[in-house]
């Protein structure tokens, strides 16, 4: 479930439509979780359906650690990459504002955690990186654990809208890594390793 102070906006004709905050977001806000209405397809029964629905499925969903694809039901689906995203995902099901979003500002992600099946040439942000490829976890991954640490201590001292959707368990360990009691567990976790086996046949 995406954040509820966000709306789906036209971005322009070469992006499409966007995730747009509609309020002050800041940073270290639970921006996405994985939800019960969030639906979960296996490479075997998206090969069973037909073209298009693979093709529906091939545009909105990112693959898990898995290999599964994860289809959100609402505006999730429509958080565009960039390079440099202000939010992230983390190995617990639900990403978070690395930095301070402000009203009008797009939601977005770095396409280089979620696992795609094949490289992409974004539009260039003038960073460095230019194309997202499957295996971007790897080479990143420390760079966007430093991110997630910075404002992770933030959690529980903000309103968090979505903090129903979290049970129990889950809130209790991140008050333990915020405590100290527990390590954050790496963004790597996300990491699907059968991507290149799929790719080189």
């Not at 921006?31 to 090969?47: G, Y």
């Not at 040439?121 to 430093?146: C, F, I, Q, S």
Request: proline content about 4%.
């Amino acid at each position: 479930m995406i954040h509820p102070d966000t709306e789906l906006r036209f971005i322009s004709n070469e992006i499409g439509y966007g995730v747009v905050a509609t309020k002050f977001i800041p940073a270290g806000t639970i921006t996405w979780v994985l939800d019960e209405l969030d639906r979960e397809f296996t490479p075997l029964e998206l090969q069973r359906m037909a073209p298009i629905y693979q093709n529906i499925l091939d545009t909105y969903t990112f693959r898990n650690n898995k290999g599964n694809y994860i289809l959100c039901w609402d505006n999730g689906r429509y958080v565009n990459h960039s390079f440099n995203s202000n939010c992230l995902t983390t190995a617990y099901d639900f990403e978070i504002a690395i930095r301070d979003i402000q009203p009008g500002e797009q939601l977005t992600d770095d396409y280089g955690y979620l696992n795609i099946p094949m490289p992409f040439r974004a539009a260039d942000e003038g960073t460095r990186r230019k194309v997202v490829y499957p295996d971007d976890l790897l080479k990143y991954y420390k760079v966007w654990d430093n991110k997630i640490k910075k404002v992770f201590g933030n959690i529980t001292q903000l309103q968090q809208p979505l903090r129903s959707i979290l049970d129990e368990g889950l809130w209790g360990k991140i008050e333990d890594i915020i405590g100290g009691k527990e390590e954050l567990e790496s963004i790597l976790a996300n990491f699907y390793n059968g991507n290149h086996m799929e790719h080189s046949k």
